[in-house]
């Protein structure tokens, strides 16, 4: 007797700019998101922030999504930006 066992991952959820903005908005304390963030490929998205609320966009973060939907900032690479990380 042969038994086999197959592991297959199962995304429930495909990931959104939507999604990410709110995620991004959460743990950005002080910056409000402005639309969804944008997919550049190869799981880099850009988010476009306003630093006042009301004042449109100010500036914009580009961040990495890896494979389990966690993110981390990559530019603005400022000290305060490179420590957000979070998960959708």
Do not use: K
Not at 16 to 22: C, I, K, P, Q, Y
Request: hydrophobic content about 35%; overall charge negative; charged content about 20%.
């Amino acid at each position: 007797m042969i038994a086999a066992v197959v592991a297959v991952t199962v995304r429930w959820r495909t990931p959104t700019g939507e999604r990410l903005a709110d995620s991004f908005d959460r743990a950005a304390d002080g910056l409000a998101v402005v639309g969804p963030c944008e997919s550049s490929g190869g799981g880099v998205w850009r988010c476009h922030v306003e630093d006042d609320p009301g004042s449109g966009t100010s500036t914009s973060y580009t961040l990495r999504l890896d494979t389990d939907e966690c993110w981390s900032v990559l530019q603005p690479s400022s000290r305060s930006a490179s420590s957000l990380t979070g998960c959708i």
